[in-house]
């Protein structure tokens, strides 16, 4: 078997531009769907979504047959979790709340084989294909896709340090911590909130990297598109089937009498 070249990694290397989903829904059923809808991606949330790793290796299974990645964010900076989603094939590994350089480079450790780094060895997982993708160990590391998610004030200030780090493949700006963190908590549209944003992607683009955004407001998508970045998460699963529920039901109440 063929280690699984990792597509979304090699657009993001190239500066096309990746248009994404991010997924609070543990139905495998409908991760199937929407990664048959034509998205580049879609965030598979550990941090905010109660799912566990079972669920997980679900929608892994789910998505595998469309072209279309996962991205799969674990609960926090956590070796032991980031070796098991591994272990289970997600190749794309999106990590919240890296502040600082350190941080960063546990990161970039965790998702590293020894000598580089410290991710435990095991012969038989799904991502080596069950034991059958030739010299996996020594190739896996150029597959795999290391985000981190840059969502508070202090990674903003550290976010030169953060990007020059051996490991790091791209950066992502998490917008809702990061207004709460700038003193706007629950107001993404403030003027202080969306400029801090369009700066910092600015400042990663310029520091060589790839830089992520996620919102479902059409004027800020434009906005960070425009500052450079190129992987864009352009919704959010249950808000689009919040959203098109209530416009269905207010398109049809009449019907009530």
């Avoid at 450790?109 to 034991?131: D, H, K, L, N, Q």
């Avoid at 950066?171 to 202080?192: E, K, N, V």
């Avoid at 310029?206 to 996620?214: D, H, N, Q, V």
Wanted: proline content about 5%; glycine content about 6%; overall charge negative.
């Amino acid at each position: 078997m063929e280690l699984p070249k990792n597509r979304f990694k090699q657009a993001l290397a190239e500066g096309r531009q990746q248009l994404g989903t991010w997924s609070a829904i543990r139905d495998p059923a409908a991760i199937e769907m929407l990664a048959g809808c034509g998205f580049d991606w879609i965030t598979l949330d550990c941090e905010h979504a109660p799912n566990d790793l079972d669920r997980i290796l679900s929608l892994l299974q789910a998505m595998a047959p469309y072209d279309c990645a996962p991205v799969v964010r674990p609960s926090c900076l956590n070796a032991a979790e980031i070796k098991r989603l591994l272990d289970i094939g997600a190749q794309n590994i999106l990590v919240p709340y890296v502040q600082n350089a350190d941080e960063a480079r546990a990161a970039a450790a965790a998702v590293a084989y020894p000598p580089e780094g410290i991710r435990g060895v095991a012969g038989i997982t799904r991502a080596s294909r069950f034991g059958t993708v030739p010299d996996y160990m020594t190739r896996a590391r150029a597959e795999i896709c290391l985000i981190v998610q840059i969502e508070t004030r202090t990674a903003l200030d550290n976010l030169e340090e953060i990007a020059a780090v051996p490991g790091i493949d791209a950066l992502f700006i998490g917008p809702a911590d990061l207004a709460a963190c700038l003193g706007h908590s629950g107001d993404q549209r403030h003027p202080q909130v969306r400029t801090a944003i369009t700066d910092a992607i600015m400042r990663i683009c310029r520091a060589g990297k790839p830089a992520g955004f996620l919102s479902v407001d059409d004027e800020a998508l434009a906005e960070v598109v425009a500052a450079g970045s190129t992987f864009t998460a352009i919704d959010i699963d249950i808000m689009m089937l919040q959203r098109t529920a209530k416009a269905r039901l207010a398109t049809l109440a009449h019907l009530r009498g």
